[in-house]
């Protein structure tokens, strides 16, 4: 199965959903993030493919959320991928994509249900 989990290896739920793939016998793609940030067109595709809002992959525990004062709702989608372009560590983690969606794990264990044969 091809499994593409967006990783913060610092995340606890992060870590706890790569621990799950790997003990469902599958090697994912790994993608540190923060290393190596996604464009506008990869976070676009994202959202596309999990059928998911700029919104619900923004992280608003974060300093950049509150200085950019990113919880405005009058700011647009495409100002909330700058963003995140702009600051990796908004962007929500982890994100894990298979052939059957791409979905934000928290808690972990949601990730079981993208694996499931």
């Not at 540190?32 to 596309?48: F, G, I, S, V």
């Not at 709702?73 to 059957?100: E, F």
């Amino acid at each position: 199965m091809d499994v593409t989990i967006y990783h913060n290896p610092k995340c606890s739920n992060s870590r706890g959903a790569l621990e799950l793939i790997r003990d469902a016998g599958i090697t994912p793609r790994v993608i540190e993030y923060l290393a190596a940030p996604l464009d506008k067109a990869a976070l676009r595709d994202l959202l596309a493919r999990g059928g998911l809002s700029i919104r619900d992959i923004v992280r608003d525990k974060e300093a950049p959320y509150r200085d950019l004062r990113l919880g405005d709702p009058a700011l647009s989608d495409d100002a909330l991928l700058d963003a995140i372009v702009a600051h990796p560590i908004l962007l929500q983690r982890p994100i894990v994509a298979t052939p059957r969606g791409v979905r934000v794990c928290r808690p972990p264990e949601q990730v079981l249900d993208l694996l499931a044969r």
